[in-house]
């Protein structure tokens, strides 16, 4: 089986302009994520898909690889899909690493790749266990709901599942709650489709594109333990410069 990563990355951002390209520490922030995608021992090959020369020269320059995309995508997932229709027929399993999330632990690409031992998997994604209720609560947060085979139910920015005559604020006492981690893995036929299916009722409501995916495909959620930490923000940069000074001494003393 042999598996692609993707790295989306588009230089206009709205809150964050050329994201992509801003300094943390010694590296930019596309290189630190595509140098953490690169240690997965379980990923081929790591590609940048970008619409913007200047983020495709940099990718080059650190000895990357990198494939320039149509500019008119409107999601990072459109833009996977466009480079999945070039590698068709090379790749079984294609990820969809976000390049906004320079920390990211290798360990949870694998986690990820291993929802695909299912055979009926066709899009996977992660799932951390909810430990505060400000974290239950946080509309930010997607939640997820589960079966047993860990088949994605829902997603909601609603607390999920509602446990009825239990005060919410007992809930982590009573039950096992998810929020979601935004990493995606599809089959790579799977994802030539995505672009081709229309919005749903469900996905406009709570602006969750994954909820598009769940009335047509099998999602998978595998767990993991590991936080992510995405950069939206002028104070998510300078949030990630502190983490950047104990990120790199510990993998340097490693």
């Not at 919410?168 to 089959?187: C, D, M, S």
């Not at 099998?218 to 950047?244: H, N």
Request: net charge negative; proline share 5%; hydrophobic share 40%.
């Amino acid at each position: 089986m042999l598996t692609l990563a993707i790295i989306p990355a588009r230089y206009a951002s709205s809150r964050l302009p050329a994201k992509p390209l801003a300094m943390i520490g010694n590296q930019t922030m596309i290189q630190r994520v595509y140098t953490q995608a690169s240690l997965c021992k379980d990923l081929d090959e790591v590609i940048v898909a970008t619409d913007d020369a200047r983020i495709y020269d940099h990718v080059l320059a650190f000895g990357g690889k990198a494939h320039m995309t149509l500019p008119t995508h409107p999601s990072g997932t459109d833009r996977c899909a466009e480079v999945a229709a070039n590698v068709a027929g090379k790749f079984d399993i294609i990820l969809n690493i976000q390049g906004d999330e320079p920390f990211l632990n290798p360990v949870q690409i694998s986690e990820l790749i291993r929802m695909f031992d299912y055979a009926d998997t066709q899009i996977a994604t992660l799932g951390k266990k909810i430990t505060t209720l400000a974290e239950l609560t946080d509309e930010k947060e997607a939640k997820i709901a589960l079966d047993d085979t860990q088949r994605a139910l829902y997603f909601s920015r609603s607390p999920i599942p509602y446990l009825k005559g239990i005060p919410q604020n007992e809930w982590l006492q009573h039950g096992a709650f998810y929020k979601h981690i935004g990493l995606y893995g599809f089959r790579t036929e799977v994802l030539k489709q995505i672009p081709a299916l229309p919005v749903s009722a469900l996905e406009r409501a709570e602006s969750l594109e994954q909820l598009r995916w769940l009335s047509h495909f099998v999602v998978r959620v595998g767990f993991t333990d590991f936080e992510t930490f995405a950069i939206d923000t002028p104070a998510d940069l300078e949030e990630a410069q502190k983490i950047a000074l104990d990120f790199d001494n510990n993998n340097h003393k490693s």
